[in-house]
């Protein structure tokens, strides 16, 4: 086999493993994006644990194919970067669609999350969830009101039940 092919399927090997790794990936497309406001949008991913890629699209496709996301590879054709995450799962959708609402030219293609392919809707409403230290923190608020609530009662009862034995 010649060198090319070789080197095209270390590419599709390293990418199905980035693609294993991550918790998602998002496709978008930045056709019409200056290099400075791609790497705008580079700084901002990498500011929050994601990584940006441009991959060729055959290598992309049968990537996604040896994984079994079909209607990934399907979705992806165009100039498409792909943003991977590899802490925060809603991180990318989350800067993606941010970046968009201000720079009309990004539009998101398609997505995996956790193992499922997600289409632009699916993704959209994921990029409205709260972060996961937000969530954390809505979290402990709701038990800390039970608890204390919780307490309160039971502060009452107590000195309820100390009036009636004097």
């Not at 790794?21 to 790497?39: M, N, R």
């Not at 498409?80 to 799962?89: N, R, S």
């Not at 669609?97 to 398609?110: G, I, L, P, Q, R």
Request: hydrophobic residues 45%; charged residues 25%.
């Amino acid at each position: 086999m010649s060198s090319a092919i070789e080197q095209k399927k270390t590419l599709v090997a390293e990418l199905v493993e980035k693609i294993k790794s991550s918790k998602s990936v998002v496709a978008f497309k930045y056709q019409g994006l200056t290099v400075d406001k791609f790497q705008q949008l580079r700084r901002a991913m990498r500011a929050n644990g994601c990584d940006v890629a441009i991959v060729k699209n055959n290598i992309s496709r049968r990537a996604a194919n040896e994984l079994g996301y079909t209607e990934f590879a399907d979705s992806i054709s165009g100039p498409v970067a792909l943003a991977f995450a590899t802490e925060d799962m809603v991180a990318p959708a989350k800067e993606v669609y941010s970046f968009a609402k201000e720079n009309k030219c990004v539009e998101v293609v398609t997505g995996v999350v956790d193992g499922d392919v997600y289409s632009v809707a699916q993704l959209e409403e994921l990029s409205q969830l709260p972060s996961y230290e937000t969530l954390l923190t809505q979290l402990a608020a709701g038990m800390l009101g039970t608890v204390r609530n919780l307490a309160v009662a039971l502060n009452l009862y107590v000195e309820e039940h100390e009036e009636a034995a004097n």
